[in-house]
């Protein structure tokens, strides 16, 4: 279905990471969703009348909040592809993000619920209503919840949408829940065990750990969390790929994520310090525009000249890496260069650790600075300790 509507509503409908098509995309899904989830709620709200079964009337009011979620969705979509306005220079991508964590929360508390109903339904148990209607209506509403996870999904992975990946999630737990209540109702039937309530609670607890996990996926991005490996990788390749041209190396990534397709990437590329410096310049907003258009991201490129040939600068650097090495094989340096004075030499350059390092910054500083004069009482490390981004 949604396949169809697209070809009709969306007009770029192949171009996912484009804001625009994203939008459509968002706000496609959510409209069938909402209507959809009113339909579920209205069968399954008449079988759990039928039935006298607490945990169908409960999953036909879980639909409900689903529909009401999907509102939510509609809402985050439309907001999140308004343009950038002075307040917000990057746009609104991230109320994607909050959209996500609201629809979490309601999972989360449709779980509570369920579990608080079906605790009473424990204590006060009745007699299930057998109807092969009811049947019927469970079994279609199994179905299409199925086909709305897998098309969320789907399209959340293309689209790289925290929203859309938790409405999947949150469908995925309504098939669960709505095959557990049709188990229990034929369990009931055709053995008289009363296990409505057992059920309910355990469908319940299974739909606040996925609010959970889903919470916690839509948190990270806004907390800042760090970039994918494939990602890096694909900076790393495009940047690289001119090393014929002068690039010698990269560091210092830091990737800015605004929402889903507004992502700002700055990084310090090494050329050589003789270099042509407008040579240079054509090369680096060359790079920059490649990045833009295979990663459909903004860069801004920092150039670091460093000494190439040089033999005391390598025989130092050497040096250098090896002492890192003695130290911890994690560690490595950038950015080194030497500052040579009449009684005194300065090797500058940047160390990088792993985040879980034992030592702290000040530490580590010191054990380089003692290693190095141990055998060079002429040489001072002059140090900057970075953090890895991967």
């Not at 009348?49 to 409960?58: G, H």
């Not at 999907?70 to 907001?79: A, H, K, N, P």
């Not at 424990?122 to 007699?127: D, G, S, T």
């Not at 990946?165 to 557990?180: E, I, K, M, P, Q």
Request: hydrophobic share 45%; with cysteine.
């Amino acid at each position: 279905m949604i396949t169809l509507l697209a070809k009709y509503f969306i007009k770029d409908r192949e171009a996912y990471q484009d804001p625009a098509t994203r939008q459509s995309y968002g706000m496609l899904c959510s409209g069938v969703g909402i209507f959809l989830n009113i339909c579920l709620f209205a069968g399954k709200f008449a079988a759990g009348l039928l039935a006298r079964s607490i945990a169908i009337t409960a999953d036909a009011f879980n639909n409900l909040s689903d529909a009401g979620s999907s509102v939510i969705t509609l809402i985050g979509f439309q907001m999140a592809g308004q343009k950038p306005d002075p307040d917000h220079p990057f746009g609104h991508g991230r109320i994607e993000y909050i959209s996500g964590l609201l629809v979490s929360i309601l999972i989360l508390l449709m779980g509570a619920e369920l579990v608080k109903t079906s605790a009473d339904k424990i204590l006060h148990p009745e007699e299930l209503a057998f109807s092969p209607l009811v049947l019927v209506i469970l079994a279609a509403s199994i179905l299409v919840k199925c086909y709305m996870c897998l098309y969320n999904r789907r399209l959340g992975k293309k689209l790289d949408s925290a929203a859309m990946l938790a409405t999947a999630t949150d469908s995925f737990s309504d098939t669960l829940a709505t095959t557990v209540v049709l188990l229990c109702t034929l369990i009931a039937h055709f053995s008289g065990l009363s296990i409505d309530g057992w059920c309910g609670v355990l469908v319940g607890l299974f739909i606040c750990y996925s609010g959970y996990g889903a919470a916690r996926d839509t948190i990270s991005p806004l907390l800042g969390q760090a970039p994918d490996k494939a990602f890096v990788a694909q900076i790393n390749a495009i940047v690289m790929a001119h090393s014929q041209e002068g690039i010698q190396g990269i560091h210092d990534l830091i990737v800015h994520n605004y929402g889903p397709g507004r992502v700002l990437i700055s990084l310090h590329a090494e050329v050589p310090a003789d270099g042509n410096l407008l040579a240079l310049h054509e090369l680096i907003d060359t790079i920059e525009r490649e990045l833009k258009d295979v990663l459909h991201c903004h860069a801004v490129i920092h150039m670091d000249p460093v000494c190439i040939g040089d033999e005391e600068t390598e025989r130092l650097k050497s040096l250098a890496r090896q002492y890192l090495a003695e130290i911890d094989a994690s560690l490595t340096l950038h950015d080194f260069r030497i500052v040579a004075g009449p009684t005194r030499t300065n090797l500058i350059f940047d160390v990088v650790t792993p985040h879980q390092f034992p030592l702290s910054d000040s530490q580590l500083v010191d054990a380089i600075n003692s290693r190095i004069q141990q055998d060079y009482p002429q040489y001072t490390a002059i140090i900057d300790v970075d953090k890895q981004m991967v």
